[in-house]
């Protein structure tokens, strides 16, 4: 079976553009979640999705949003680039539901701001 | 306020010698305590879950433990391959991940 998938694998863009990046779950989960690791620190938080609902959202600023699709793939878009977005975005996948929090991750967007 | 503590930063090994990772943990309404191992550049990958305090989980050389307040990842006779960054990571109520920063363990021939 197909693991988590991401595109673009990697992205350079300027100050103050924006990016969209994209997400595809494991078949059958629902939940998505979204992090920011940045060179050796371990991943940061940003988005959870379930069912097309958020259900958690960390402490980053309203450039930041995403949306889950009825297919439970899931875009997380970045407005107005700063040079500190660089980073490793990763986005997991669980089966979701109140007991089911093992996620699994995908291979990563690397994103440059120059 | 919650947070997820890794010790030490980095290990060096000989292939062969044994040694613990430590996660420790100040997380309320901890729901689970997981562990993932991260190659250079790619994607976290799962190894356990761990959900209360006496549990243990093994595979291969490797066996994770948890108390109430730290989680130990044991690795027993390392192997070069074993070589990678070690993550824990904490989900509380809400269902926020909270990752450590890491163990980046290097297992020498």
């Known amino acids: 079976d197909a693991g988590v998938t991401q595109s673009p694998t990697h992205l350079i863009k300027t100050r103050g553009q924006q990016v969209t990046l994209r997400c595809s779950p494991i078949s059958g989960h629902k939940s998505v979640s979204w992090y920011q690791q940045v060179l050796g620190q371990g991943p940061q938080f940003i988005f959870q999705y379930y069912e097309k609902e958020e259900r958690g959202r960390g402490n980053f600023p309203d450039r930041f949003s995403a949306r889950q699709f009825p297919n439970y793939s899931s875009e997380l878009n970045v407005n107005a680039l700063l040079l500190g977005d660089s980073a490793l975005y990763l986005c997991?996948?669980?089966?979701?539901?109140?007991?089911?929090?093992?996620?699994?991750f995908g291979p990563g967007t690397r994103l440059t701001v120059t | 306020e919650d947070q997820v503590t890794q010790s030490p930063e980095a290990l060096r090994l000989q292939e062969g010698e044994s040694s613990s990772l430590n996660c420790s943990y100040t997380?309320?309404?901890?729901?689970?305590l997981f562990w993932y191992r991260q190659d250079p550049g790619k994607g976290p990958e799962f190894l356990f879950t761990l959900y209360s305090a006496g549990e243990e989980k093994e595979k291969e050389r490797l066996k994770a433990t948890l108390t109430k307040k730290e989680s130990f990842l044991h690795i027993t006779a390392p192997k070069p391959e074993d070589s990678a960054t070690y993550l824990c990571a904490a989900i509380m109520t809400g269902n926020q991940f909270y990752f450590g920063t890491g163990t980046s363990l290097t297992v020498i021939p």
């Open positions: 997380v309320s309404g901890l729901r689970g």
């Open positions: 997991a996948s669980s089966l979701g539901g109140a007991s089911s929090y093992e996620q699994y």
